[in-house]
Nanobody, 126 residues
Framework: QVTLVESGGGLVQAGGSLKLSCTAS????????MGWFRQAPGKEREFVAA????????SYADAVKGRFTISRDNAKNTLYLQMNSLKPEDTAVYYC???????????????????WGQGTQVTVSS
């Protein structure tokens, strides 16, 4: 398992932007599928975006497609989520997650991910 630490959350007005970061410990980051999930109050945790360990495949939830961009910098062991055109319904705790090395599982499935960060709060005001 790896240790994941998210940062970059905060309060932003609707229409604004935020960029989340997730830094991973260990040397296996390059071989991990990475994902972002979120959980709003009173709701279940849901998939937001994911990127394969090779970086060649990305996946997005319909609710964020065209507004959010996931990327990774393997040299820095860091995962990013650029969030633009934010809406109040994007308000949630955002979690990053990591698979086991060389996984070929389903990127949008929570069961694919074995390590989770502590989360960072994103609040979008109307």
């Amino acid at each position: 398992q790896v240790t994941l630490v998210e940062s970059g959350g905060g309060l932003v007005q609707a229409g604004g932007s935020l960029k989340l970061s997730c830094t991973a410990s260990g040397r296996a980051f390059s071989y991990l599928n990475m994902g972002w999930f979120r959980q709003a109050p009173g709701k279940e945790r849901e998939f937001v975006a994911a990127i394969s360990w090779a970086g060649s495949t990305t996946s997005y939830a319909d609710a964020v497609k065209g507004r959010f961009t996931i990327s990774r910098d393997n040299a820095k062991n860091t995962l990013y989520l650029q969030m633009n055109s934010l809406k109040p319904e994007d308000t949630a705790v955002y979690y990053c997650a990591a698979s086991t090395p060389y996984s070929i599982g389903t990127l949008y499935s929570q069961s694919e991910y074995k390590s989770w960060g502590q989360g960072t709060q994103v609040t979008v005001s109307s």
